[in-house]
């Protein structure tokens, strides 16, 4: 099975991309696959991944350890299973921060208390000494943003940072992230499938289908003008407030397609209300459409 399949993007220097899609559409696996944490059975059989000119895809494994944390951070869907539950949270800050900046143990504590600091911890001293079942899931998420940043890295992904939090702590970590990343220079690639988040966010967008990027833009011509079926039926499935007016929320017919036996042509054509003939033979090229502007449909005009 090909969770991903032929995908291309660019992250550029401070800036937020995100990409978006369903669940099981190959976010997590593309953001795994850039430091290569993808693990067996699972591998990366094709491609490159470049790297301030280096493909990681084809560094040694010691050169690639050098580059996770201090090049290519990431942030996590669950804190809780990310973090080490038999370490103290200031003690796997700071085991980041001497590895990556030769730093010693008292620098790095001290380095480590800085960063909790940063991510707006009020008790400084009493979360460097717990252990991460004594934390709520948002004091995790800044625990986890404080090691995934503490060695300034070039490039941030953050795969559904926000995914197990109540909606409250969600707009403040969102927010966090926003203000650490411009301060530090970081890019970031955002993984998740809230349009909300993105349009907050972000400043360009992918959208993944079964495996595929469909469509790439700038956020505002996304939402504006958006050319790809898929991502017209997505934006119209947001949920929004219309008084007193009781309405059914528009959904999209059908079901994803198995990655196993993906369908000839086009990957959305059994679920899309505009397909042709064509649709059902021949896959559809991600070709520009207008200026920055890349969709992947033979009826894109």
Same mark, same amino acid.
């Given at each position: ?9 660019? =992250?550029?220097?401070?800036? #937020? ?15 795994? +696959? ?7 059975? *699972? ?6 991944? $470049? ?12 050169? @690639? ?6 090049? =290519? ?6 804190? @809780? ?31 480590? !208390? ?7 911890? &009020? ?12 934390? +709520?899931? *948002? @004091? ?30 969600? &707009? ?18 955002? #993984? ?15 959208? @993944?289908?079964?495996?595929? $990027?469909?469509?790439?833009?700038? =956020? ?12 017209? !039926?997505?934006?119209?499935? #947001? ?9 059914? !929320? ?27 003939? $064509? ?23």
């Amino acid at each position: 099975m090909r969770a991903v399949d032929g995908i291309s993007f660019e =992250i550029r220097e401070k800036e #937020i991309f995100a990409l978006v899609g369903e669940s099981g559409c190959g976010k997590s696996t593309t953001a795994l +696959s850039i430091p290569r944490l993808i693990q067996p059975p *699972g591998e990366i059989v094709s491609g490159t991944v $470049i790297f301030k000119g280096l493909d990681l895809l084809k560094v040694d494994p010691n050169r @690639m350890r050098e580059i996770r944390g201090k090049g =290519i951070s990431m942030i996590f869907q669950e804190p @809780m299973t990310s973090l080490n539950p038999v370490y103290k949270v200031g003690e796997q800050i700071a085991e980041t921060i001497m590895l990556h900046q030769n730093a010693d143990k008292k620098e790095a504590q001290r380095k480590a !208390l800085e960063m909790l600091k940063e991510v707006r911890i &009020a008790d400084l001293e009493r979360v460097f000494e717990q252990y991460p079942h004594q934390l +709520s899931g *948002g @004091m995790l998420q800044r625990a986890m943003i404080a090691i995934a940043l503490s060695c300034a890295p070039d490039i941030l992904i953050a795969d559904e940072p926000t995914t197990a939090l109540d909606v409250t702590i969600q &707009a403040q970590i969102l927010a966090l992230i926003r203000d650490l990343i411009r301060k530090i220079g970081t890019s970031v690639l955002l #993984i998740t499938h809230d349009l909300g988040v993105v349009a907050e966010t972000c400043e360009r967008v992918a959208v @993944m289908y079964a495996g595929k $990027i469909v469509e790439t833009s700038q =956020i505002g011509e996304i939402f504006d003008e958006p050319k790809h079926p898929y991502t017209k !039926l997505l934006l119209e499935t #947001i949920p929004t407030f219309r008084g007193e007016r009781k309405e059914f !929320l528009p959904t999209i017919e059908g079901r994803v397609p198995s990655l196993i036996e993906p369908p000839p042509g086009c990957r959305f054509h059994p679920r899309c209300p505009f397909a042709e003939p $064509i649709c059902t033979e021949r896959l559809p090229e991600l070709v520009e459409n207008g200026e920055g502007h890349h969709v992947a449909c033979h009826f894109a005009e």
